[in-house]
């Protein structure tokens, strides 16, 4: 296939297993994000990918040729880390074209590529500034331009977000989304934030002690989690089953049916929907009340309403399913 397949990838320190027979297809101008928590072995299955780790078992192939016996810089991969990892001593322009020299690019290519790169991320005119004046989303983007600058045949991203601030955060990985679709970069992007995995990705990979268990669009990895922890890695509050999973999807039939049931702090809106509850708590906010309700079957779940009229402890409501923030959990049990 064109683009990146893994088979049955291990990768162990000592032994210990890091990464577990891992298979991953990521074709050609495809967005991939690697997901999962801390110590899941996703940064290691990228440097894996990148030959930066020794391989146990299994290959990486790059458009049918089998890259395991290649070293990284003969891989034609490009790299990009959580730390930005400029060179201090160059200005802007020399960090983006410091792989166009080593790529043997001509000054007559290399000049107008690192213009057309900073262009690109936003960065027109930076060229002679230093690395020191720049602000942590400066910093990372002259090292995106950097690692796209030799027109790479995979972008490896690891965690490459993570160091910034919330707000610069979730601007910067709309910008990359952008960046890495009008470049057609085949691509692995890792982190551990499933909003910026959703923003960013075409396709997710969900990872979790070594092995993915999950992957699709993130459409279909956030309204159907495989199971529980997955769930609740993915930002859902609650997940209800047995008795209560029925008590939902018979009060809101769209839902369909299932095992379990997966519900964010806000799915549930009291504002006189089909799905009678009592109110256990109420905590006053600034736009809206929250609530922990009791459903007719004695589960508490989380609920919010509009900050008037008032709720009190015992108070009877109607509530509705916001659509579009609950998920099925086929087969599980909570």
């Known amino acids: 296939m064109r683009g990146l397949e893994v088979r049955d ?144 045949r995979l972008l490896l991203l690891d965690e490459p977000l993570s160091a910034l601030d919330l707000a610069l955060r979730v601007r910067l990985a709309g910008e990359l989304r952008e960046i890495l679709t009008a470049t057609g970069t085949t691509t692995v992007f890792v982190t551990h934030d499933h909003e910026e995995a959703f923003t960013v990705a075409d396709h997710v990979a969900v990872m ?24 609740r890695f993915l930002g859902y509050a609650s997940v209800l089953g047995g008795t209560t999973a029925r008590v939902l999807t018979d009060a809101f039939p769209a839902l369909g049916r299932s095992d379990a049931v997966a519900l964010r702090r806000d799915s549930l809106r009291a504002d006189g929907g089909p799905l009678g509850a009592t109110v256990a708590r109420v905590a006053p906010g600034l736009a809206e009340q929250r609530l922990a309700v009791t459903l007719s079957d004695g589960a508490e779940v989380p609920a919010v309403a509009p900050n008037t009229p008032p709720l009190d402890v015992g108070d009877a409501v109607g509530l509705s399913l916001v659509p579009g923030t609950a998920a099925l959990i086929g087969g599980a049990s909570a």
């Open 208 to 231: 979790r002690g070594g092995a993915i268990v999950q992957h699709g669009t993130p459409r279909e990895v956030w309204a159907a989690p495989r199971d529980v922890d997955t769930a």
């Open 9 to 152: 990838l291990q990768v162990r320190f000592g032994s210990t297993a890091a990464v577990e027979h891992v298979d991953l297809r990521v074709p050609e101008h495809v967005v991939t994000v690697i997901l999962g928590p801390s110590g899941c072995g996703k940064s290691t299955l990228l440097r894996a990918i990148a030959g930066l780790e020794p391989i146990a078992g299994g290959s990486v192939r790059f458009d049918d040729v089998d890259q395991s016996g290649t070293p990284v810089h003969r891989r034609g991969f490009g790299l990009m880390f959580q730390d930005a990892q400029l060179f201090e001593h160059m200005d802007v322009a020399e960090n983006v074209a410091y792989g166009l020299r080593r790529h043997g690019w001509p000054a007559d290519r290399r000049t107008p590529r690192v213009a057309e790169l900073l262009e690109l991320v936003g960065l027109a005119g930076f060229g002679p500034r230093r690395p020191g004046t720049l602000s942590g989303g400066e910093r990372q983007r002259v090292a995106l331009a950097r690692a796209l600058a030799p027109e790479p």
